[in-house]
């Protein structure tokens, strides 16, 4: 079995994959804390072979968690942003920097896609450009839907907005301080996203595949107008493609990968652009 391991800010994302059917056995997900310890609902690690780990965590957290499965499985593999990779020239003037599930999230997508718009939304939301032929723009960080609301301090943070809501309802005028709060931030998201996808694809003259991941991507991915793909396992994606273990990692699939969108034409892009603005 290989564990592939996607520490954020917040939760700590585990999943099993067999290695020789490359099915995906079991996941899940705890709180990311001091240390990543397997207990009730953390895999048995006998039947590990290999850990594969993409962490935004803390450094003392990564230390202690790798020290920990190093002394029960084989082989330890952890992601680091680089200044290339896979085909793909980081953008960052300090590539190191680059928060390294960005970097996975860049690489999967384009192992996927050929160039993307890589969106991630979690605690943070963040929007990665990797154009055809493999350059890396940067991006753009915004908060996350929580960490928005959290900001506000309206007595309204443990109100979440319920992931089923259709995008519709939740970019009309709120009528109450919770309704509004969270209409609010998600009309924030949501047009972030649909802005610097337009903006980014202009510039570039070019219309790119859109993907999405993280633990609001449903959600947000409701109030995006153009043509998309959420990837739950998009950073797992990334994973695979850096450490190849299985037959089929090696030929270059990822497990859970989406057919890839196909990108409205950029005249679309340009003119919903321009629409916008008025212009
Ligand atoms: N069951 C859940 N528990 C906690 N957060 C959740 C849950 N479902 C959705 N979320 C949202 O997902 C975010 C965490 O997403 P995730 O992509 O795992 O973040 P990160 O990678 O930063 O840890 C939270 O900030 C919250 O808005
Ligand atoms: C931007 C992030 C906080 C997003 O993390 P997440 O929301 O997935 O927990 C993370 O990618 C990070 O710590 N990045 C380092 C800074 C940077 O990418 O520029
Ligand atoms: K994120």
Redesign the pocket.
Known sequence: MILDLDI????S?WRLKDANSSEIRSRG?VW?REEWRPGSDIPDLDVVEAVRISSVARKTVLQETVSLLRRKVGAVHVAHSAPEALGVINGYKEPERLGV?RWMGALAGYQLAGGCCAV?????ITIDFVLPGGRHLGGYILP???LMKESLKLGTRNVAID?DSEAEELLAPGRRTVEAVNHGIYMAAVSAINRVYAEVCDTEGVALPLLMT???ARVVSRGIQVPHAVWPDMVYGGLEACFPLTAAERAGRMSGAPYVPVPVSLEKIRAGLAFSMLL
């Open positions: 954020g800010n917040t939760l994302k997900a990311t599930d991630d939304c979690g605690s943070a996350g839907l929580r992931p993280g633990g609001d």
